[in-house]
């Protein structure tokens, strides 16, 4: 089976000590994530309420991804949820970090993840495309 270089991408954002958690996601789905068990443990036992909360956000996400919304972020009990938004789309590279991580450090490696996702995103279409005018 051949490797997902998206998942490639969340599973290095996992090394990074703050992010618990990440994910390419969309309301009601989850597109690529890398293997749970390397999820901190902490973060599995909230899963459900976050998934609830990730939910509602991307209602926002959809209502204004299209006029530019690029970045949202919620916290949740010790956590914080980053969403960083592809633009025109209703996905969102997502990451759980604790309520006290530098966000700096961490908004510096998911914007470089979003960018590289983005680029292998815009070759996969234009793959497709050249597959279809064939």
């Not at 597109?31 to 509602?56: C, G, H, N, T, Y």
């Not at 025109?88 to 966000?103: G, Y």
């Not at 292998?120 to 597959?131: H, P």
């Amino acid at each position: 089976m051949q490797d997902d270089p998206i998942a490639d991408i969340l599973n290095d954002l996992l090394t990074i000590d703050d992010i618990l958690a990440c994910m390419v996601a969309r309301l009601n789905m989850i597109s690529v994530m890398p293997d749970q068990d390397k999820f901190d443990p902490q973060v599995m036992e909230l899963w459900d309420i976050i998934k609830r909360a990730m939910d509602d956000v991307f209602g926002v996400i959809r209502e204004y991804s299209q006029a530019g919304l690029a970045e949202m972020e919620f916290r949740l009990q010790n956590y914080e949820v980053l969403f960083f938004v592809f633009p025109d789309t209703e996905n969102a590279l997502v990451a759980i970090i604790p309520a006290l991580a530098n966000k700096g450090l961490i908004a510096v490696e998911m914007e470089n993840a979003r960018r590289d996702i983005l680029d292998i995103m815009n070759k996969t279409e234009e793959s497709q495309k050249k597959v279809l005018a064939q």
